[in-house]
Each structure stands twice: as structure tokens, then as C-alpha cells.
């Protein structure tokens, strides 16, 4: 196996062991331990490590084990603002710009989201409904945007995750996606606005609580 591609399985695999709650905020990320755990060389690790440290979810220190990024809530806030504005600008540029194709991506998304709402693993689910924000990124065309959104998306995955689990509503959000995805397929630039303001405006007033609820102790994130 390429050692790009195993360094992204070993990513996945981190990534999700933090969005769980099993690696904390603040935990260290031994190379030496997990490399082992795995069974994997440390080579691969590392570079699994940076990608991850690229994505805001850890903090690189010198000479010293890496630890899981504990965000405060200002940092949160800040980044909540800007991703709200990547948003509202996706969905304004891909009414002009998304092909056909674009739109029968996100359909077949929102489609497999409706399906599985029930049934999934809260945190499959929760990757689901990331690939719908992000398709939209790249629906606009403008790879700088995809880009800036994708970098950002990241750095709030953990946050959003313990904020979408604590209040799961499947017809609310379901409802939402129909209407960013009509507003898109319409071409209807202000109702792209609206419903993205719709969906994601209360997101700072969402995630800080849990934010607060989880200095006080652990967040419960299992089935």
C-alpha cells in the first residue's frame, strides 16, 4: 500500500478516535504507541499526525508528543463566523456556476441522508451531512473557496459533531437540505442565502454550549 494512502487511512482512523470522545481534547498522540496499536511504521503516523495538525483537529508541539486542539470558545465563534460566510458564498456561487452533475451529487446525498437518518452511526451520519456542505463548496467552481471551506469545515468537525448529537432532528434537517438544494437547482441566489442562514445561522449558539458543557466534564458521544 502507497504510503500517501495509508498515512490518509491512519487520518481517518485518528480523526475519528477524536470526534468519539476516545482521544479528548488535550490527550497526547504518542507516535510510538499508536504506530504500534495499529501496526504500522511511524513514517506513515507522522505524516497521518501533520495532516491532521493541517486541519486544526491537533497541535504540533517541539520535541514533545503531539495533543488533540482544545478550542476555545472566542476561536470557535471566529471560526463559526467565517464558515457561516464560505457557506453563504458557496451556495451563491454555485447558483450560477454548478453543473447538472453537481446538482445529481447533492441530491444522491440528501437522498442517502434521508434514508439512513434512522439508522446510522451518528458519527457516518454526521460525515454524510459534512459531504452535502462540501459538495456545495465545490459546486461553486472556485477552487480557492472549496479550498478555504474545506480547511475550516475541519477545524469545527469535532465541535459540530458533539453540537449535531446532542440535538438530532432528522425532519430539520432533512427539511433544511431540501431547501438549500431547491434554492440551488432554482437558481434563486436569495433563497440560497436564506436557507443557508436558516440552517447554519444558530451554529455558534449550538456549539458554544456544548463547548462549556464539556469543560465542566466529559460529552457523552456514543450510540
Not at 482521544?23 to 510510538?32: T, V
Not at 447538472?100 to 460525515?127: M, N
Request: hydrophobic fraction near 50%; aromatic fraction near 2%.
Amino acid at each position: 500500500m502507497a504510503e500517501a494512502v495509508l498515512a490518509e487511512r491512519i487520518a481517518a482512523h485518528l480523526r475519528r478516535a477524536i470526534l468519539r470522545g476516545a482521544l479528548p481534547p488535550g490527550a497526547p498522540i504518542k507516535e510510538r504507541d499508536h504506530a504500534a496499536e495499529l501496526g504500522v511504521s511511524r513514517t506513515p503516523m507522522r505524516e497521518a499526525i501533520r495532516q491532521l495538525a493541517k486541519e486544526g483537529l491537533v497541535d504540533l508541539r517541539p520535541a514533545r508528543s503531539p495533543i488533540v486542539t482544545r478550542l476555545s470558545p472566542r476561536e470557535v465563534a471566529d471560526q463559526v463566523a467565517v464558515l457561516l460566510a464560505l457557506e453563504t458564498l458557496a451556495a451563491e456561487l454555485a447558483c450560477a456556476h454548478a453543473s447538472e452533475d453537481d446538482l445529481r451529487d447533492l441530491q444522491a446525498i440528501q437522498d442517502r441522508i434521508g434514508a439512513l437518518y434512522d439508522q446510522a452511526d451518528p458519527l457516518d451520519l454526521f460525515e454524510i451531512d459534512m459531504a452535502f456542505h462540501s459538495a456545495i463548496a465545490r459546486a461553486s467552481q472556485n477552487r480557492a473557496l472549496a479550498e478555504t471551506h474545506h480547511g475550516y469545515l475541519a477545524r469545527l468537525w469535532r465541535v459540530r459533531f458533539l453540537s449535531a448529537r446532542q440535538a438530532r432532528n432528522r425532519a430539520r434537517v432533512v427539511a433544511q437540505h431540501e431547501a438549500i438544494l431547491a434554492a440551488l437547482t432554482a437558481r434563486d441566489t436569495a433563497a440560497a442565502r436564506q436557507a443557508v442562514a436558516a440552517h447554519l445561522g444558530n451554529l455558534a449558539e449550538n456549539i458554544l454550549p456544548v463547548l462549556e458543557a464539556e469543560a465542566a466534564g466529559p460529552i457523552e458521544t456514543r450510540s
